[in-house]
């Protein structure tokens, strides 16, 4: 007993101490809820209040976030400066664009030759020279034409006579008639013989057939020449044609008397223009080394003198379409193996539209299907543009 009233005064003391600390406690608590008035003291409807709190701090938090994620899908439509254009109902020229050449006209070009192999003894004219008909131009060694023609027609006086001997011995029953006819032949085939060699003689001297200019000349003083060898060229530059080469799909669309402009050049409507004129003549055949279509072509009146062999492009007119709608060729975008176009509508935003191209010049471009009208479309920078884009037209 005596030792265990030794140990109350120890327990009396920790009892004290956990009494401090709870009167502590809870004086701490009563401070808090006091500064809080949103809240209920109570100790029933504490759990409850607390909870109620917890949601509507949750719900607040939740709505002010949906409207930040709601922007944050919804990205401000990007910007692009571009300029414009409106579609427009206006005639369309349809065309074609070839490169050509400049070529004399059939009928009034001549390429000379020698009869036979020879060699050049005189030349009297030199290329650009301005020639008449029956004017001289390359003359070869005479000698071995006069010996020709000389011996053919000795060779016709024998025959003529062989010929009447025949006859008369025919006639008196001497000889079979057989040998009359074979006297025929001889005679004839003599005097097919002179008329070679004399024209062989006579071309010794090649002379002009034509009013022209000489185009080429080759011949060299004293070398050898061959008849599969043309010396000289003649040609009338008042008469000469522009010859293009068309693909066969392309030559298909061109008709006779289709107009056609003329520049020098390959650089199109870019060149020197030339002048104005018609399409003569589609060739039927295929050129076996190019495979293209030549199409000929007669100039009215040349703005300059054309040289043969002149270089040039020609654009000629296949359709005239009166009522056409019509943008810039600008506004066109590859799309795959078709076309689009950007159309600006009254928000102000491109839209891609696919459309179908009739046809094209250098600068517009005619649309068949998939435009209407008064529609304004992308035409510079609409490579930049993406569909739905905010578009802020340029001057």
Known sequence: ????????????????????????????????????????????????????????????????AAPAAQGADEAPAPVVHARTATATVQPFVESLTAIGVVAARPGRYAELSAPAPTRVTRIFVGAGDVVSPGAPLVEFDRAPFDAAAASATAMLTVAQHAYDRAQRLAAAGIVPRKDVDQAAADLAQAQSSLVTARRAQELSTLRSPLSGVVTHLSAILGAAVDPAQPVVGVADPSALDIVLSLSPSDGARVRPRDSIAVTAGQGGPSGEPLGTGLVTAVNAALDTASRTLAVRARMVRPTRALRIGETVSGRITVAVHPRAIVVPVQALVPDGDQLKVFVVGKDGLAHARSVTVGGRTETLAEITDGLRPGEVVVTEGAYGVEDSAKVVPVT
């Open 1 to 64: 007993m005596t030792s265990r009233l030794s140990l109350l005064p120890a327990r009396l003391a920790v009892c004290a101490v956990a009494i401090c600390a709870w009167m502590l406690a809870i004086g701490c608590t009563g401070a808090k809820r006091a500064a809080s008035p949103g809240t209920v003291a109570t100790a029933d409807s504490g759990g409850k209040a607390g909870s109620g709190d917890s949601a509507a701090a949750e719900k607040a938090d939740r709505s002010d």
